[in-house]
């Protein structure tokens, strides 16, 4: 029974196909490898490329070993490991893992130990089977003692353990099934960067709490590190402060702004309710002219008409008792001067009598009184006569 394709998508120039098999939970890791961890129920017989791409029964899927250090796991490893699991409809993906022991001596000291990439390795979503201590070399014994049909790796010649390509015999055997690598990222390219940038990661780990004996860092060099992770702070402190000063800035200026524009929509409105109020024949000029003319009706009051007979002051008021005292035969002046006035007084009174006839009673007794107070300078000059 051959395998059916599900669906077809292309992936670096490979075309990589899902296939319907056995449900498998991606929450489990793969499985480590066995002496004999083959799950071929049918008897291995080693397939070719046409035959694995047909497509294979559901019980005898295709075989793939991909191999490597995969130190400080990456996408890289994982999109090679994916087209591995995807060359065939029906695939089956063994990795090899090398030990530190054969890694140190043929290639150079890792950052991850053996065990920390083990299990990288069994929680990468596309490998079935993780095989612990693989070789450096492949030989066909070990092929055919794990039943591997393809050996799955990029192209590229690798030259290692004096060889100029250890894959040469794979190859030649029609056993190779090549991928591509992911340009731009590979673990020489990471560890790159933290040695470029060692003091960047050792002032970090710093900060973090590690030791400088953790870091194999020397006093000094720990001082320094604190003290520019200090300048740094400090950096980043005045940052923040200048952003929000020119954000308070701009706030207050986009304010002003509209205060000003506000101000000129409103001032020839303003300018003319002032000169309105104000201006040479405003509200306030009328109202002070109604109000200084008020004041001058007040203070100045109509004369009378020129036609009218004028009268003294004096005559309208009221005649007082004490006015009639020199017709008051019981209280005699008691002073030659007193008496001259007296005298004075009678005679104007006389006078008064001949031109002023028909004047009414109380007017004639009213008239010695108010000659009295009007001139003074008579009275005086009868005094001086009289003494």
């Given at each position: 029974m051959v395998g059916r394709k599900r669906r077809g998508h292309r992936s670096?120039?490979?075309?990589?196909?899902?296939?319907?098999?056995?449900?498998?939970?991606?929450?489990?890791p793969a499985a480590f490898a066995e002496e004999r961890s083959c799950q071929c129920r049918a008897p291995h017989e080693r397939l070719t490329i046409t035959q694995a791409r047909r497509g294979t029964p559901v019980d005898r899927p295709v075989r793939v070993y991909a191999d490597g250090i995969f130190d400080l796991f990456h996408s890289g490893h994982a999109r090679a490991l994916m087209q591995a699991k995807n060359l065939f409809p029906n695939g089956y993906l063994i990795?090899?893992?090398?030990?530190?022991?054969?890694?140190?001596?043929?290639?150079?000291?890792?950052?991850m130990t053996e065990e920390e990439r083990y299990e990288a390795l069994r929680h990468c979503r596309y490998v079935d089977e993780v095989m612990r201590d693989a070789p450096w070399t492949l030989t066909p014994e070990f092929l055919e003692k794990h039943k591997i049909d393809f050996v799955a790796h990029d192209d590229i010649p690798y030259s290692s353990a004096g060889s100029e390509d250890v894959y040469r015999q794979i190859k030649e055997a029609g056993m190779f099934a090549p991928t591509q690598r992911t340009e731009g990222i590979s673990t020489s390219d990471i560890i790159t960067r933290i040695v470029r940038d060692y003091d960047v990661y050792a002032r970090r780990n710093l900060q973090r709490g590690y030791?400088?004996?953790?870091?194999?860092?020397?006093?000094?060099?720990?001082?320094?590190?604190?003290?520019?992770?200090?300048?740094d702070k400090m950096k980043e402190k005045v940052k923040n402060v200048e952003e929000k000063s020119k954000h308070f800035v701009y706030k207050v200026e986009e304010k002003s702004h509209d205060l000003i524009q506000k101000w000129e929509e409103k001032s020839r409105e303003f300018i003319g309710n002032f000169l309105e109020l104000f201006g040479p024949d405003g509200t306030w000029k009328q109202v002070f002219q109604e109000r200084s003319g008020r004041m001058l009706q007040a203070l100045s009051p109509r004369q009378s008409p020129t036609g009218s007979p004028t009268r003294s002051p004096t005559r309208e008021r009221s005649p007082s008792p004490t006015s009639r005292w020199p017709f008051n035969k019981t209280s005699p002046p008691s002073s030659p001067k007193v008496a001259s006035a007296s005298v004075s007084s009678m005679s104007e009174g006389d006078e008064d009598e001949k031109g002023g006839e028909g004047l009414p009673a109380l007017e004639r007794t009213s008239r010695p009184t108010a000659s009295l107070i009007r001139a003074p300078s008579q009275t005086s000059s009868l005094q001086m006569q009289v003494s």
């Open positions: 670096n120039g490979l075309v990589l196909h899902d296939i319907r098999g056995p449900s498998k939970t991606l929450t489990e990795v090899g893992v090398c030990s530190d022991e054969l890694t140190h001596k043929y290639k150079g000291f890792t950052v030791t400088a004996k953790e870091l194999n860092v020397s006093f000094i060099n720990e001082k320094k590190y604190r003290l520019q992770n200090q300048v």
